[in-house]
């Protein structure tokens, strides 16, 4: 009972360094404009041992990833923990997910502009998201795979595979979008991801073009 107890505190112990680092990391960053000069230098002003970051982080990138990672995993705990989560269409599943995931950012808006300013244009995948990019397509595949199975989006030939690129994009668009919009309560983002994912999945639905395909093969079948 002893060494579990002691395990519990250590673990504890363990995350409650790690959040001090992210927290000061964060703080840092957002007063200076830019990552501290050095590790040594960032964990002796907290006055600690440079040896504790390298026990978590192997780089400031690597800590900047993480948070990343968090805001994706953190998002959909949230919507998981949500009973009627299951219930929704693979629609409206996307949609919980911005308006979940644009909630949890509104805490850290500094830092994600922060992060965003340090992305080159025209890059699609910056490396600082690389961690929340795997969470995202993750969360992505689950939901067009569902959506298949249930009709709501139509397989096609190749077109399909790229479904997923298609919607990272919209995220980047949607990132960059909240970031410029100066509505109370960010009501234009709201309007944004409506509109953004509405269409996405009138394009990847069955459309005009999908029944004049079906009528064609009609055609062919009973000439």
């Known amino acids: 009972m ?21 927290r000061n990391y964060r703080e840092k960053v957002l ?5 501290p000069a050095s590790v040594f230098q960032f964990m002796h002003e907290m006055k600690k041992d440079e040896g504790l970051f390298y026990d978590h982080f192997a780089s400031f990138e690597a800590l900047e990833k993480h948070i990343w990672k968090n805001y994706a995993q953190e998002t959909t705990e949230v919507l998981q923990k949500d009973k009627s989560f299951t219930t929704y269409s693979t629609r409206e599943k996307m949609l919980a997910f911005y308006f979940t995931l644009f909630e949890r950012l509104k805490n850290d808006r500094s830092f994600v502009r922060y ?8 890059d699609v995948k910056p490396s600082v998201l690389q961690k929340f990019r795997e969470e995202f397509i993750d969360f992505v595949s689950n939901v067009l795979n569902e959506g298949r199975e249930n009709e709501e989006i139509v397989d096609r030939p190749v077109i399909s595979d790229r479904y997923q690129d298609g919607i990272w994009l919209q995220m980047m ?10 509505s109370a309560g960010f009501t234009n983002t709201d309007a944004a991801v409506e509109k953004s994912v509405n269409l996405s999945f009138e394009l990847m639905g069955r459309g005009p073009l999908d ?11 009973n000439r």
């Open 173 to 182: 668009f949607l990132l960059r979008f909240w970031l410029k919009d100066d």
């Open 31 to 35: 007063l200076n404009g830019h990552p």
């Open 115 to 122: 992060s965003f300013n340090q992305i080159r244009q025209p």
């Open 2 to 22: 002893a060494t579990k107890t002691a395990s519990k505190k250590t673990t504890a112990k363990t995350t409650d360094i790690k959040e001090t680092i992210i």
């Open 211 to 221: 029944q004049m395909i079906d009528f064609a093969k009609f055609l062919y079948h």
